[in-house]
């Protein structure tokens, strides 16, 4: 069986508007291989859920997806995903058996006329349980182990009547029953208080050695990126600019887009108001983007003639470490 799980190549997710094509994802590529964490870092608006949403084949109107996204099955076959129906029955079995997600809004996953518990047990059914009593039986243990409180009563409530971090909570019980071979985590702690986030991290890693499942983890938080991840992808309006494992990213950053959020995270002792040695400028919206550096317009090291001029490819800095910058060209 390959190493790799999943390849994305080229992945282009464009949205064709009134006001031009809005590219939320260009030209992005890169590997998930089996039993490792893949972090995707970068801004509000960089790309990370648009590039969830391509892999799943959930982009919603008017957007096109093009590109590669090769699932390698663990019949050994490789699928293009891309290829595939978004409402066919193969998307469908691979959405939920083989890819699962947990979203970022938390109320969308679950139908809000059925209890958790019976949305819960029902997945178990899916999955080969056949005892009701068992079933009901799981599904309280699971709840229990994502951190919600007296899991006996909240597993007859419905969605609406659990707070936004304990629907939160359910639902990574709920893709931890579909036991993916990759998880997609779009943000799925951003919600909850540190003690729960730290809970659901460790109960996602303790997961991921049990299964020897995938994850790729969304998120604008270094911090969780360091605990959680293996390789990095840092994403700036829509491109990859800076790629590797994670300790080249936190040890050696290279591109002035990490540098600067890196800068960002506060360090032990410093109090929230030290903190703001941010990155100037926000992120444009990526409506007709000129084909050059997305971050030159925000660069301290803004080359003109350079920087503007095309988008620099990526250069490999070290074994695994790439970095798409005229300063490493
Ligand atoms: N359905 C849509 N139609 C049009 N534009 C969209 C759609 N979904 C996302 N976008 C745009 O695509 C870009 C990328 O959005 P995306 O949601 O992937 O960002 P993100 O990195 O997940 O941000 P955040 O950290 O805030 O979740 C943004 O400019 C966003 O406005
Ligand atoms: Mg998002």
């Given at each position: 069986?390959?190493?790799?799980?999943?390849?994305?190549?080229?992945?282009?997710?464009?949205?064709?508007?009134?006001?031009?094509?809005?590219?939320?994802?260009?030209?992005?590529?890169?590997?998930?291989?089996?039993?490792?964490?893949?972090?995707?870092?970068?801004?509000?608006?960089?790309g990370k859920s648009v590039t969830a949403q391509s892999i799943l084949q959930i982009i919603p109107k008017p957007g096109t997806v093009s590109g590669e996204i090769l699932l390698h099955r663990d019949n050994g076959g490789v699928i293009d995903i891309g290829q595939l129906d978004p409402d066919g029955e193969t998307m469908r079995e691979i959405r939920g058996r083989e890819i699962a997600m947990v979203f970022q809004e938390p109320m969308t996953a679950f139908s809000p006329v059925h209890t958790i518990g019976n949305q819960i047990t029902e997945a178990l059914f899916v999955h080969g349980e056949r005892s009701k009593a068992m079933a009901r039986q799981r599904a309280v243990e699971l709840l229990d182990e994502v951190g919600i409180p007296a899991p006996d009563r909240r597993i007859d409530e419905y969605p609406f009547q659990l707070s936004g971090g304990m629907r939160q909570r359910s639902?990574?019980?709920?893709?931890?029953?579909?036991?993916?071979?990759?998880?997609?985590?779009?943000?799925?702690t951003t919600a909850l208080d540190v003690t729960i986030q730290a809970q659901i991290l460790r109960l996602m890693k303790k997961l991921q050695r049990e299964s020897g499942m995938s994850i790729m983890f969304i998120t604008h938080d270094l911090g969780v990126i360091a605990n959680m991840a293996d390789e990095v992808a840092v994403m700036y309006m829509g491109k990859v600019v800076e790629y590797g494992s994670v300790r080249q990213i936190f040890k050696n950053p290279q591109h002035p887009y990490t540098k600067g959020l890196l800068r960002s995270i506060p360090k032990f002792g410093e109090s929230v108001g030290d903190r703001l040695a941010t990155i100037d400028g926000t992120v444009p919206v990526p409506i007709d983007p000129p084909d050059i550096c997305p971050f030159s317009s925000r660069c301290a090291h803004f080359i003109p003639g350079r920087c503007d001029a095309r988008m620099p490819p990526p250069t490999e800095i070290e074994p695994g470490h790439t970095v798409n910058c005229v300063l490493y060209e």
């Amino acid at each position: 069986m390959s190493d790799v799980l999943l390849e994305v190549k080229n992945l282009r997710t464009h949205f064709q508007l009134e006001e031009g094509t809005l590219k939320a994802v260009d030209d992005v590529s890169f590997t998930i291989p089996r039993n490792r964490t893949l972090g995707v870092v970068g801004e509000s608006g960089c790309g990370k859920s648009v590039t969830a949403q391509s892999i799943l084949q959930i982009i919603p109107k008017p957007g096109t997806v093009s590109g590669e996204i090769l699932l390698h099955r663990d019949n050994g076959g490789v699928i293009d995903i891309g290829q595939l129906d978004p409402d066919g029955e193969t998307m469908r079995e691979i959405r939920g058996r083989e890819i699962a997600m947990v979203f970022q809004e938390p109320m969308t996953a679950f139908s809000p006329v059925h209890t958790i518990g019976n949305q819960i047990t029902e997945a178990l059914f899916v999955h080969g349980e056949r005892s009701k009593a068992m079933a009901r039986q799981r599904a309280v243990e699971l709840l229990d182990e994502v951190g919600i409180p007296a899991p006996d009563r909240r597993i007859d409530e419905y969605p609406f009547q659990l707070s936004g971090g304990m629907r939160q909570r359910s639902m990574i019980a709920m893709a931890m029953i579909l036991k993916p071979r990759l998880l997609i985590a779009d943000e799925p702690t951003t919600a909850l208080d540190v003690t729960i986030q730290a809970q659901i991290l460790r109960l996602m890693k303790k997961l991921q050695r049990e299964s020897g499942m995938s994850i790729m983890f969304i998120t604008h938080d270094l911090g969780v990126i360091a605990n959680m991840a293996d390789e990095v992808a840092v994403m700036y309006m829509g491109k990859v600019v800076e790629y590797g494992s994670v300790r080249q990213i936190f040890k050696n950053p290279q591109h002035p887009y990490t540098k600067g959020l890196l800068r960002s995270i506060p360090k032990f002792g410093e109090s929230v108001g030290d903190r703001l040695a941010t990155i100037d400028g926000t992120v444009p919206v990526p409506i007709d983007p000129p084909d050059i550096c997305p971050f030159s317009s925000r660069c301290a090291h803004f080359i003109p003639g350079r920087c503007d001029a095309r988008m620099p490819p990526p250069t490999e800095i070290e074994p695994g470490h790439t970095v798409n910058c005229v300063l490493y060209e």
